[in-house]
């Protein structure tokens, strides 16, 4: 009965959702319209809203006379699991997609003033994108679907992989991210719509990209942190498709960010902007694409369907054509006339949306140029992390070596070089000192990694001195970009030292064995079986000691769950400031012994606390009291 | 210069787009189905009820072999499609798949039986012989020869998409 | 030809320039660095260098599985051609006898030397636990 309530409450909404939409495009903007829109939108989500939570409530209470809870939760499992199961799957995971779109609008809705010129267009083209979504939802994966006059006893119990606390907030984040650019997209359309120049559109949604390009940042992180523990073969970014369209926002919308900054300082860029508030908002729709027909084989891919396929590319395609084409017929008006000057701010940040650009086209090209070889020549093909290193690699060193420049120059003036300053002449030496050290300690023959360190430290020693001649001779720099960027100097650093000085080896040890691997000794000291609630275990128990006295005990282990037989695997790992002791444990053989792998990851932890770094970053600006505006 | 850059920015996402069209609607638009055929493997195993099955037996014009077991939540799903294919009077012989055969006898009995009857493989072996990955999967079965075959869920758009061009062709049912 | 017109012409051809040499440099590293995808069958059908990396897919043949040291060997087949594989280190815990697997390396007088297995990951298409049995 209450999966009947919920159903029909989301009919509901998609109806007031399609109401508020309709008005806001056709009926001429008033006092009276807008407040009707406005109003029409928040009982529209709240509607929503009561559907999803019965939905919650449903999962929780193990109802499995609902298909989706049936055939993705169980009852023995904790709380908590049984409501992430909701978004374990397509259905459901679509259906808290959507939530979210609308929440995104519905805090939009309540923050910005009536008397904003564009903002009930804006609620109105959000509520367009929302019934979109949702009769998609409705008539092409129905969630709401049940199993009667008989529900099975219990339900089929969701992957023991996907059992885990960082996913079950990994895919909430991602789509909090995905769908927050819902916003400044619809701003940007309305903006478009309405054709005013006068309209600051781009002041109206700076902190509302920031806080999605957080919650994006945020997702990212958790998922590649997740893979790094659970997956068991050590690495934290894989290159798959599914972690690509992820990426691809991500590299839009940091291009955005940028963008945005300029628009709002000196109304340049305002094309470019534009034009990027529409990709990463295309890019998100397209990763949701990608995920969701199957036209993609990956880990993270749902079943496939290709009316879902097919329903899904033609609203996409009506969203990203029509905003295409009311950004080509109002190009010329928002258009700027005033030249960018040679070497100022704005001149180095549109080189820099010149190489995101590129970034994105290439992992685009990654994504797609399998699925186009095997149409084409009926052959299968995958692109693997050798043709993303050789893209990225050069690109990012000269964007940075761009950045390292940008430091010094101004906003609307032009810049003259003066090499020959002391932070710039003390901070070179030092970053080459730094990085021949690292040369010849390591011996990194890699001329790529050597560059990208240098690069690195140079981006962080430079930023150190610009924040030393904030304090002592009170020059304004803005802290917000000087953490970022002393992040990505971190970042790089981090993932290059990472790539040359990690090293694995399996071994085959007996218990009470000793082998010994660089600087490890390793002692096998027993295996134990054990048994848990759903799940037995095999787990080993091995002592490690390194030369310079440290010892500790890892014990990897192996997990047979019942309600699938699956097996996974549990890593153990000694996490250190500066690497992690990172170790699997394989099969028996047949004279006794186990195959043990062991992984030694430098700096692993940086690359994330870089990443959580640029959202401090982030943060901090959305809580600043100062404007972002001259 | 403008004109090229408006050109430009129109037409290459909807060449992205155009491109993503043609390879949705590809002719192998049904990723779980193939045609090969393939002569129906050697067997000898006990029907759930106890007796004794060989594949000699299975000496139909045509029939549907139809994968499943009781732990198969799709199975469940796909259920009722069945209930209303064996309505419509297509033989449909069960391959019950790596399951106690009590639990798969309950699950019979408690939802209805569209099959004729049921192969226990509790193995799997036979399901081996027939290249089944999971379950459920469905066959199409004419003269001891398999000439279509679904892997996922049987619904009324895979019949008509998948079985019923062949079904025509072949004057069969 | 005045001034302004000539410089016009100058940018485009510049800015096409600058995006086509572009183009290409991706196009010709993705060229590079691509790796192709062959079931066994397919793979007796043409010649592959040794310094090609590739991928195969296939099944485990059942009874192939065998371990020395930290070197594992098994049969990848489709049921009609099958290869040989050999691999260091762990593989991952859906692999099995029966089962899907992917294994990307590179093909050496017949014999496969992979660098990396992967084994097929389905979320609703999983058989049940009764047919794992523990090797141990």
Same mark, same amino acid.
């Given at each position: 009965m209450i999966i009947e309530i919920s159903h029909f409450f989301t009919i509901l909404a998609t109806g007031l959702f399609l109401l508020s939409g309709i008005f806001a495009v056709s009926i001429k903007n008033t006092e009276y319209v807008s407040n009707l829109i406005s109003r029409t939108y928040t009982h529209a989500f709240l509607f929503l809203l009561i559907s999803f939570s019965l939905y919650v409530w449903l999962a929780a209470t193990d109802n499995f006379s609902v298909l989706y809870i049936a055939s993705h939760s169980? !009852? *023995? =499992?904790p709380i908590f699991y049984k409501i992430s199961s909701i978004w374990s799957a397509h259905e459901g995971s679509m259906f808290l997609w959507i939530v979210f779109l609308a929440l995104w609008g519905y805090l939009f809705n309540f923050n910005? +003033?009536?008397?904003? &010129?564009?903002k009930s267009l804006a609620i109105g083209i959000m509520s367009l994108i929302i019934v979109g979504f949702l009769l998609f939802l409705l008539l +092409? !994966?129905? &969630?709401?679907q049940t199993i009667l006059p008989i529900p099975p006893s219990n339900g089929a119990d969701i992957n023991p992989v996907l059992q885990d606390p960082a996913l079950v907030i990994h895919p909430p984040t991602l789509y909090l991210g995905y769908v927050g650019f819902g916003i400044p997209f619809a701003c940007a359309l309305a903006f478009l719509i309405r054709g005013n120049t006068e309209i600051e559109w781009e002041l109206m949604v700076q902190k509302w990209s920031v806080v999605a390009w957080i919650f994006l940042t945020i997702g990212i992180t958790l998922g590649s942190w997740w893979a790094y523990y659970e997956l068991g073969w050590g690495g934290y970014w894989f290159w798959d498709p599914v972690e690509n369209v992820a990426l691809m926002p991500w590299l839009a919308a940091t291009a955005f960010i940028h963008s945005l900054s300029v628009s709002i300082k000196s109304k340049r860029l305002r094309v470019w902007t534009l034009l990027l508030s529409i990709l990463v908002f295309s890019l998100s729709l397209f990763g949701a694409f990608i995920v969701r027909s199957g036209i993609i084989d990956s880990v993270h891919s749902f079943a496939n369907d290709p009316e879902r396929g097919l329903y899904l590319l033609g609203f996409i395609s009506v969203i990203i054509i029509t905003s295409l084409v009311l950004f080509v017929i109002r190009f010329s008006k928002i258009q700027s006339m005033i030249r960018i000057k040679r070497f100022s701010k704005e001149s180095f940040i549109s080189i820099n949306n010149i190489f995101f650009g590129v970034l994105v086209f290439s992992v685009m090209l990654g994504v797609i140029y399998p699925l186009i070889y095997e149409y084409l020549f009926n052959q299968k093909i995958s692109v693997g992390a050798p043709f993303y290193t050789a893209i990225f690699s050069p690109i990012v060193l000269v964007a940075c070596i761009f950045l390292i420049f940008s430091i010094d120059s101004k906003w609307s003036r032009e810049f003259k070089f003066n090499l020959m300053n002391l932070p710039i002449i003390f901070s070179t030496t030092l970053s080459i000192f730094i990085t021949f050290v690292f040369i010849f300690l390591y011996?990194? *023959?890699d001329i790529y990694i050597n560059l990208l360190i240098f690069v690195g430290f140079l981006i962080i020693f430079r930023y150190i001195f610009e924040i030393y001649k904030l304090i002592s001779a009170k020059k304004y720099i803005n802290p917000f970009s000087a953490m970022a960027h002393m992040a990505l100097g971190l970042l790089l650093i981090s993932i290059s030292l990472n790539s040359v000085l990690s090293s694995e080896r399996a071994m085959s040890i007996k218990i009470d064995e000793t082998e010994s691997y660089k600087d490890l000794t390793i002692y096998f000291q027993n295996i134990n079986l054990s048994e848990a609630y759903n799940y037995d275990s095999i787990e080993a128990d091995l002592l490690v000691q390194t030369t310079n006295g440290e010892s500790f005990l890892l014990s990897p282990e192996k997990r047979r769950y019942f309600t699938r037989g699956q097996i996974t695997t549990e890593t153990a790992i000694h996490a250190s400031l500066l690497r992690d002791i990172y170790m699997t444990i394989g099969d028996q053989l047949d004279d006794g012994s186990w195959v043990v792998n062991i992984q030694i990851n430098y700096l692993i932890r940086w690359i994330w606390f870089s990443a959580i770094l640029m959202c401090m970053a982030g943060i901090m600006l959305i809580f600043s009291k100062k404007r972002l505006r001259r | 210069m403008k004109l090229l850059f408006k050109f430009f920015i129109l037409i290459t996402p909807i060449l992205f787009l155009f491109m993503f069209y043609l390879l949705l609607t590809e002719d192998n638009s049904y990723p779980g189905a193939d045609y090969d055929t393939q002569n129906f493997p050697i067997f000898e195993l006990e029907t759930l009820s106890g007796k004794k099955i060989v594949n +000699?037996?299975?000496? *139909? /014009?045509a029939l549907l072999l139809n994968v499943w077991a009781s732990w198969c939540i799709t199975c469940r799903v796909e259920h009722s499609y069945l209930m209303y294919l064996n309505k419509q009077g297509i033989p449909i012989l069960g391959l019950n798949y790596k399951d106690e055969k009590e639990d798969a006898i309950n699950w019979l009995k408690k939802y209805g039986n569209p099959y004729k009857d049921n192969i226990h493989d509790y193995k799997g072996s036979l399901a081996l012989d027939l290249g089944v990955t999971g379950a459920p999967e469905t066959f199409l079965i004419i003269n001891g020869q398999v000439v279509a075959h679904y892997q996922g869920e049987v619904n009324e758009t895979i019949w008509n998409d998948v079985f019923l061009p062949i079904i025509d062709e072949k004057r069969i049912f | 030809m005045n001034l302004t017109r000539k410089r016009r012409i100058y940018n485009i051809l510049l800015v096409l320039l600058f995006s086509i040499s572009g183009i290409f440099m991706i196009l010709y590293s993705l060229n590079t660095n691509l790796d192709y995808f062959f079931t066994p069958s397919e793979l007796m059908k043409r010649e592959i260098s040794s310094n090609k990396r590739i991928k195969i897919g296939g099944m485990v043949l059942s009874g192939s599985v065998k371990r020395q040291g930290s070197v594992i060997s098994f049969v990848i087949t489709d049921y009609e051609n099958s290869i040989d594989v050999i691999y260091e280190g762990i593989v991952p815990d =859906?692999? /099995?006898?029966d089962s899907g697997v992917v294994a990307l390396g590179y093909l050496q007088n017949d014999i496969f030397e992979a660098e990396e297995v992967l084994a097929k990951h389905d979320e609703n298409y999983m058989p049940p636990s009764i047919e794992i049995k523990n090797d141990n």
């Amino acid at each position: 009965m209450i999966i009947e309530i919920s159903h029909f409450f989301t009919i509901l909404a998609t109806g007031l959702f399609l109401l508020s939409g309709i008005f806001a495009v056709s009926i001429k903007n008033t006092e009276y319209v807008s407040n009707l829109i406005s109003r029409t939108y928040t009982h529209a989500f709240l509607f929503l809203l009561i559907s999803f939570s019965l939905y919650v409530w449903l999962a929780a209470t193990d109802n499995f006379s609902v298909l989706y809870i049936a055939s993705h939760s169980n !009852s *023995d =499992l904790p709380i908590f699991y049984k409501i992430s199961s909701i978004w374990s799957a397509h259905e459901g995971s679509m259906f808290l997609w959507i939530v979210f779109l609308a929440l995104w609008g519905y805090l939009f809705n309540f923050n910005i +003033t009536q008397a904003n &010129p564009i903002k009930s267009l804006a609620i109105g083209i959000m509520s367009l994108i929302i019934v979109g979504f949702l009769l998609f939802l409705l008539l +092409t !994966s129905n &969630p709401f679907q049940t199993i009667l006059p008989i529900p099975p006893s219990n339900g089929a119990d969701i992957n023991p992989v996907l059992q885990d606390p960082a996913l079950v907030i990994h895919p909430p984040t991602l789509y909090l991210g995905y769908v927050g650019f819902g916003i400044p997209f619809a701003c940007a359309l309305a903006f478009l719509i309405r054709g005013n120049t006068e309209i600051e559109w781009e002041l109206m949604v700076q902190k509302w990209s920031v806080v999605a390009w957080i919650f994006l940042t945020i997702g990212i992180t958790l998922g590649s942190w997740w893979a790094y523990y659970e997956l068991g073969w050590g690495g934290y970014w894989f290159w798959d498709p599914v972690e690509n369209v992820a990426l691809m926002p991500w590299l839009a919308a940091t291009a955005f960010i940028h963008s945005l900054s300029v628009s709002i300082k000196s109304k340049r860029l305002r094309v470019w902007t534009l034009l990027l508030s529409i990709l990463v908002f295309s890019l998100s729709l397209f990763g949701a694409f990608i995920v969701r027909s199957g036209i993609i084989d990956s880990v993270h891919s749902f079943a496939n369907d290709p009316e879902r396929g097919l329903y899904l590319l033609g609203f996409i395609s009506v969203i990203i054509i029509t905003s295409l084409v009311l950004f080509v017929i109002r190009f010329s008006k928002i258009q700027s006339m005033i030249r960018i000057k040679r070497f100022s701010k704005e001149s180095f940040i549109s080189i820099n949306n010149i190489f995101f650009g590129v970034l994105v086209f290439s992992v685009m090209l990654g994504v797609i140029y399998p699925l186009i070889y095997e149409y084409l020549f009926n052959q299968k093909i995958s692109v693997g992390a050798p043709f993303y290193t050789a893209i990225f690699s050069p690109i990012v060193l000269v964007a940075c070596i761009f950045l390292i420049f940008s430091i010094d120059s101004k906003w609307s003036r032009e810049f003259k070089f003066n090499l020959m300053n002391l932070p710039i002449i003390f901070s070179t030496t030092l970053s080459i000192f730094i990085t021949f050290v690292f040369i010849f300690l390591y011996e990194i *023959d890699d001329i790529y990694i050597n560059l990208l360190i240098f690069v690195g430290f140079l981006i962080i020693f430079r930023y150190i001195f610009e924040i030393y001649k904030l304090i002592s001779a009170k020059k304004y720099i803005n802290p917000f970009s000087a953490m970022a960027h002393m992040a990505l100097g971190l970042l790089l650093i981090s993932i290059s030292l990472n790539s040359v000085l990690s090293s694995e080896r399996a071994m085959s040890i007996k218990i009470d064995e000793t082998e010994s691997y660089k600087d490890l000794t390793i002692y096998f000291q027993n295996i134990n079986l054990s048994e848990a609630y759903n799940y037995d275990s095999i787990e080993a128990d091995l002592l490690v000691q390194t030369t310079n006295g440290e010892s500790f005990l890892l014990s990897p282990e192996k997990r047979r769950y019942f309600t699938r037989g699956q097996i996974t695997t549990e890593t153990a790992i000694h996490a250190s400031l500066l690497r992690d002791i990172y170790m699997t444990i394989g099969d028996q053989l047949d004279d006794g012994s186990w195959v043990v792998n062991i992984q030694i990851n430098y700096l692993i932890r940086w690359i994330w606390f870089s990443a959580i770094l640029m959202c401090m970053a982030g943060i901090m600006l959305i809580f600043s009291k100062k404007r972002l505006r001259r | 210069m403008k004109l090229l850059f408006k050109f430009f920015i129109l037409i290459t996402p909807i060449l992205f787009l155009f491109m993503f069209y043609l390879l949705l609607t590809e002719d192998n638009s049904y990723p779980g189905a193939d045609y090969d055929t393939q002569n129906f493997p050697i067997f000898e195993l006990e029907t759930l009820s106890g007796k004794k099955i060989v594949n +000699t037996n299975i000496n *139909d /014009k045509a029939l549907l072999l139809n994968v499943w077991a009781s732990w198969c939540i799709t199975c469940r799903v796909e259920h009722s499609y069945l209930m209303y294919l064996n309505k419509q009077g297509i033989p449909i012989l069960g391959l019950n798949y790596k399951d106690e055969k009590e639990d798969a006898i309950n699950w019979l009995k408690k939802y209805g039986n569209p099959y004729k009857d049921n192969i226990h493989d509790y193995k799997g072996s036979l399901a081996l012989d027939l290249g089944v990955t999971g379950a459920p999967e469905t066959f199409l079965i004419i003269n001891g020869q398999v000439v279509a075959h679904y892997q996922g869920e049987v619904n009324e758009t895979i019949w008509n998409d998948v079985f019923l061009p062949i079904i025509d062709e072949k004057r069969i049912f | 030809m005045n001034l302004t017109r000539k410089r016009r012409i100058y940018n485009i051809l510049l800015v096409l320039l600058f995006s086509i040499s572009g183009i290409f440099m991706i196009l010709y590293s993705l060229n590079t660095n691509l790796d192709y995808f062959f079931t066994p069958s397919e793979l007796m059908k043409r010649e592959i260098s040794s310094n090609k990396r590739i991928k195969i897919g296939g099944m485990v043949l059942s009874g192939s599985v065998k371990r020395q040291g930290s070197v594992i060997s098994f049969v990848i087949t489709d049921y009609e051609n099958s290869i040989d594989v050999i691999y260091e280190g762990i593989v991952p815990d =859906l692999f /099995k006898e029966d089962s899907g697997v992917v294994a990307l390396g590179y093909l050496q007088n017949d014999i496969f030397e992979a660098e990396e297995v992967l084994a097929k990951h389905d979320e609703n298409y999983m058989p049940p636990s009764i047919e794992i049995k523990n090797d141990n």
